[in-house]
C-alpha cells in the first residue's frame, strides 16, 4: 500500500514538473489565458478545454487578440494550453479507472 501511494505521489510531482515545464512565458491578465484551471475538475476542464479550441477557431479567423501580443504567439500560447489541459484530462481519467481497477481487484 505503501508503494503505491509514493508512486502516486511520483507521478503527481513529475506531472506538475511537467506542466510547470510547458507553460507559457507570457502572463496574461484578460481573456482565456488569464483562467486557472489549477483547481478544476475534469468536467470543468473538457469546457475549458473546448473554450480554448473555440478562441483558437476566433483568432484563426481573424480576431482579436491581446495587446502586446502578435497573433502567431497567442496561438501558440493557446495551443500550449490546450495541449496541457488535454494531458490533465488524460492523467485524471487514467487515475480514476486505476482507482476503479483497484477497488475491484483490492491487493492482499
Not at 491578465?29 to 478562441?55: C, N, P, V
Request: net charge neutral; aromatic share 10%.
Amino acid at each position: 500500500m505503501k508503494a503505491q501511494m509514493r508512486f502516486r505521489v511520483l507521478c503527481f510531482t513529475l506531472f506538475v514538473v511537467l506542466l510547470s515545464g510547458c507553460a507559457a512565458s507570457r502572463t496574461y491578465t484578460e481573456g482565456i489565458l488569464a483562467t486557472s484551471d489549477t483547481f478544476m475538475s475534469t468536467e470543468e476542464l473538457r469546457t475549458y478545454e473546448a473554450k480554448i479550441g473555440q478562441e483558437i477557431e476566433r483568432v484563426n479567423k481573424g480576431g482579436a487578440v491581446p495587446a502586446g501580443v502578435t497573433r502567431d504567439v497567442y496561438v501558440e500560447d493557446l495551443k500550449s494550453r490546450q495541449k496541457n489541459v488535454q494531458d490533465r484530462i488524460v492523467m485524471a481519467e487514467h487515475f480514476r479507472q486505476k482507482d476503479e481497477f483497484e477497488d475491484k481487484y483490492p491487493s492482499p
